[in-house]
């Protein structure tokens, strides 16, 4: 296998794997937002649209960003592999 490792050496800062369960509940969020906005509105030339990170804080999400691992460290082997 050609690319059976990473090669970016970038991984996340939290023990979660990913971020989607987040994301999901933002983008849920979001939409339940814009759909009361379009009941609501009477006049669609003033309508103004939610942003996602109008409705959603970013500092809930499950990980706290990424990091450029150091590749002299025993750790950065294990990591590298997929």
């Known amino acids: 296998m050609s690319r059976s490792y990473r090669h970016t050496p970038v991984i996340g800062n939290a023990c979660a794997a990913s971020d989607k369960p987040g994301k999901k509940i933002a983008n849920s969020t979001l939409r339940t937002h814009v759909r009361q906005a379009l ?44």
């Open 39 to 82: 009941r609501t509105c009477h006049d669609f030339d003033s309508l103004v649209l939610p942003l996602l990170r109008e409705v959603s804080n970013v500092w809930s999400f499950p990980k706290d960003g990424k990091h450029r691992m150091n590749p002299e460290s025993s750790y950065f082997r294990k990591c590298m592999r997929k």
